[in-house]
C-alpha cells in the first residue's frame, strides 16, 4: 500500500494508466472524496481517462440528497470496495484513496487499517486481483503518532515537501520528495530528490540533494564568522605568562635533588 502525499497523486496515475498497463488489461479505480469527477480528470490526455474508473463520494458522501450512484462513507469497507471493482472490467486493477485524510476524518484509525488490510482478500474472493493501493494523505492534519502507524503499514511512502529556497518559486518551482520502500526481503530503501510537474501531470526528475545548504544570493559569500571572537580565555600566552608556566613545578615532578 503506497502512502503518497496529493502533490504528486496525479503524476503517478500517468504511468499506472499507460498503454502498458491497458495492455495488461489493469484498470485504475479512484475513490474520490475531496473534488468532484470533472475537475479530477481535467487536464489527463484520452488515453488515461479511458482507464480511470471514479466512484464518486464528493458528491453525496452522506447520503444527505439520496442519489443513486454514488459512494457513501459507510460503503467505504473491504466488501464496499471490492463491490465497486466488480462494477469495472475484468483483470488486475489499482485502488486510489483520494484522500485517505477525508476517511480518517470519519472512521477511527484501526477500522481504516482492517478495511485497507482486507480489499485485497476481498477482491480475490469475488474473482479479482488488486495490485496494488495507492492513498493519498495530507499529513499535517493528522498527529504524528497516526502518520507513523500508517507509514508502518505501508509498503512505500512518499512524503513531498517545497524545495529550499533559492530553487524557485510559484507552481512550476520544484519540490523535495523523500521515498521510502521496503523490499520483500525486509530491506528499506530511502531516497529523496528533486522534481517537477510538467504539462499535462508528467513528472520530471531533477537530481537528488547535495547536502549542502542553499547559499543566500544577498549574501556576502566572502564574509566569514570568527569562532574565536567571544571566547572568556585566551589562546595564546604572552612572554611573561609563559616564563611563569615554565618556571611552574607540577605536582609529580621529581626535582634534582631527589
Not at 480489499?119 to 480475490?124: G, N, Q, T
Not at 524557485?168 to 519540490?175: T, V
Not at 609529580?252 to 631527589?258: E, L, R
Amino acid at each position: 500500500t503506497p502512502l503518497w502525499p496529493a502533490a504528486p497523486l496525479r503524476s503517478w496515475l500517468i504511468p499506472v494508466s499507460s498503454p502498458l498497463c491497458a495492455s495488461r488489461g489493469e484498470s485504475v479505480h479512484v475513490f474520490g472524496f475531496e473534488i468532484p469527477e470533472e475537475e479530477f480528470l481535467a487536464g489527463f490526455d484520452p488515453d488515461v481517462t479511458v482507464r480511470l474508473l471514479y466512484q464518486d463520494g464528493f458528491t453525496d458522501p452522506l447520503r444527505w440528497t439520496g442519489e443513486a450512484g454514488g459512494f457513501g462513507a459507510e460503503e467505504f469497507t473491504a466488501l464496499g470496495v471490492a463491490g465497486r471493482l466488480a462494477r469495472g472490467p475484468a483483470g488486475p486493477a489499482t485502488v486510489v484513496l483520494d484522500s485517505l485524510s477525508w476517511l480518517l476524518l470519519r472512521q477511527p484509525l484501526p477500522a481504516v487499517c482492517q478495511t485497507l488490510g482486507r480489499i485485497p482478500r476481498a477482491a480475490a474472493s469475488a474473482g479479482l486481483r488488486v495490485t496494488r493501493i495507492l492513498a493519498l494523505l495530507h499529513e499535517d492534519l493528522h498527529p504524528p503518532g497516526l502518520v507513523e502507524t500508517l507509514r508502518s503499514l505501508a509498503q512505500a511512502v512518499v512524503g513531498v515537501r517545497p524545495a529550499p529556497e533559492g530553487m524557485g518559486s510559484g507552481e512550476d518551482a520544484p519540490r523535495l520528495a523523500s521515498m521510502l520502500q521496503r523490499k520483500g526481503t525486509g530491506k528499506v530503501l530511502t531516497k529523496e530528490e528533486y522534481f517537477t510537474v510538467l504539462a499535462g501531470f508528467t513528472p520530471k526528475a531533477l537530481g537528488e540533494p547535495t547536502g549542502s545548504v542553499p547559499r543566500d544570493e544577498d549574501a556576502d559569500p566572502h564574509s566569514t564568522v570568527d569562532p574565536t571572537a567571544n571566547l572568556t580565555f585566551n589562546l595564546r600566552l604572552s612572554d611573561t605568562e609563559r616564563r611563569a608556566r615554565d618556571g611552574m613545578p607540577l605536582p609529580f615532578h621529581f626535582s634534582a635533588q631527589k
